[in-house]
């Protein structure tokens, strides 16, 4: 059974930071495409980072130069680290595998949701002013 399970949200100050785990069991997550959303309420579900196989990785805007994602091939876990974190990022996180090996490649990949799958249960992050 292919599962991941978010975790490492909580409540910071504008201009802290987190690091969010993404654990995953019945897969390995340097064989796949991964990618970290985030839902804030009343908003679409939108990819912010995601990370192939081969390590590439790609950022919306919104995060790029704040947002870095990595994986640990060990433990099997990918990661996201947030950096100089906004308000605006206040959202309901969650990770997710491509359904296929090129799906982190495509353009809009961050809000072509259907394209994931094994969702996460996902983790609060709350930034405060």
């Known amino acids: 059974l292919e599962q991941l399970e978010e975790s490492g949200g909580g409540s910071v100050q504008a201009g802290g930071s987190l690091r969010l785990s993404c654990a995953a069991s019945g897969f390995r997550v340097n064989d796949v495409c991964m990618g970290w959303f985030r839902q804030a309420p009343g908003k679409e579900r939108e990819g912010v980072a995601g990370?192939?196989?081969?390590?590439?990785?790609s950022y919306v805007d919104s995060v790029k130069g704040r947002f870095t994602v990595s994986r640990d091939n060990a433990k099997n876990i990918v990661y996201l680290q947030m950096n100089n974190l906004k308000p605006e990022d206040t959202a309901e996180y969650f990770c997710a595998t491509g359904r296929a090996p090129y799906v982190c490649d495509l353009p809009s990949w961050s809000t072509r949701i259907s394209l994931f799958r094994n969702w996460g249960q996902g983790t609060q992050v709350t930034v405060s002013s």
């Open positions: 990370i192939q196989s081969d390590t590439r990785t």
